[in-house]
């Protein structure tokens, strides 16, 4: 990282929202993290330390209260999960997951995914990089701020494994079709069909909260998947 790098303030494609947080929430932050927080440092992580074996791992950007994140865990024991989320209450109601459901396959960030990829996580470590439902930033003068851009992408591809999968969904068209898919499509991974995958447990969907909110509105879904050339 160059001196005007450091010093140069990033456009965040986050805001931190103070939200309401619960007694359990609070709780499992407490004494939870400790087993499956990672905390930022601007230093390369060793993966197989962090989970204590090596195997496939996914990431995903974002995933709100935790959920979807940890009923992929619980279905795919033989895969690692890494999450980001800079909203506390969501990752405190995760960890509260995690420890229901004995999830020793999950490690979890609560900072800025930008600078954790591109500091922590080793080129070519992760089999599969999630982001659903990334936030629109509707104004066009925030449209600066979305995270689907050519520099985000360029750390993605070097995090990714030969083979590795992108995949991102949103629910906003303008976003979509003005970010995303000329971003994903102009960087070096190559665009291959997709079809959005349901997160098993017990044969029952669960997707993310905001996907099931939006079906149940009806609202369409853009999605595009890319893997890096073998």
């Known amino acids: ?54 195997a496939p791992r996914s990431l995903e950007i974002g995933f709100g209260n935790g959920e979807h994140l940890a009923a992929l865990a619980a279905a795919h024991p033989e895969r690692d999960y890494f999450g980001i989320e800079v909203h506390r209450p969501g990752v405190g109601h995760l960890l509260m997951l995690a420890q ?8 979890v960030s609560d900072h800025d995914a930008v600078e954790v990829l591109r500091d922590q996580v080793p080129p070519a470590s992760l089999d599969e990089v999630l982001v ?50 000329p971003a994903v499509r102009g960087s070096k991974l190559s665009v291959i069909d997709y079809n959005r995958p349901g997160s098993a447990n017990e044969g029952e969907f669960v997707g993310t909260n905001f996907e099931r909110k939006y079906r149940r509105e009806g609202r369409p879904f853009y999605a595009i998947a890319a893997t890096k050339p073998v």
């Open 1 to 54: 990282m160059t001196e005007d790098e450091k010093h140069h303030r990033p456009i965040r494609s986050f805001v931190m929202r103070a939200g309401r947080m619960t007694v359990g929430q609070s709780r499992a932050l407490d004494e939870l993290w400790p087993n499956y927080g990672v905390e930022y440092s601007p230093a390369a992580l060793s993966l197989d330390a962090l989970f204590g074996r090596h």
């Open 132 to 181: 659903l439902f990334p936030d629109p930033w509707h104004k066009k003068r925030h449209h600066k701020r979305r995270l689907i851009q050519p520099p985000f992408l360029k750390t993605v591809q070097r995090v990714l494994a030969p083979g590795g999968r992108l995949q991102v969904v949103t629910d906003h068209q303008g976003y979509f079709e003005e970010n995303i898919e």
């Open 100 to 107: 229901t459901r004995d999830l020793r396959n999950l490690r």
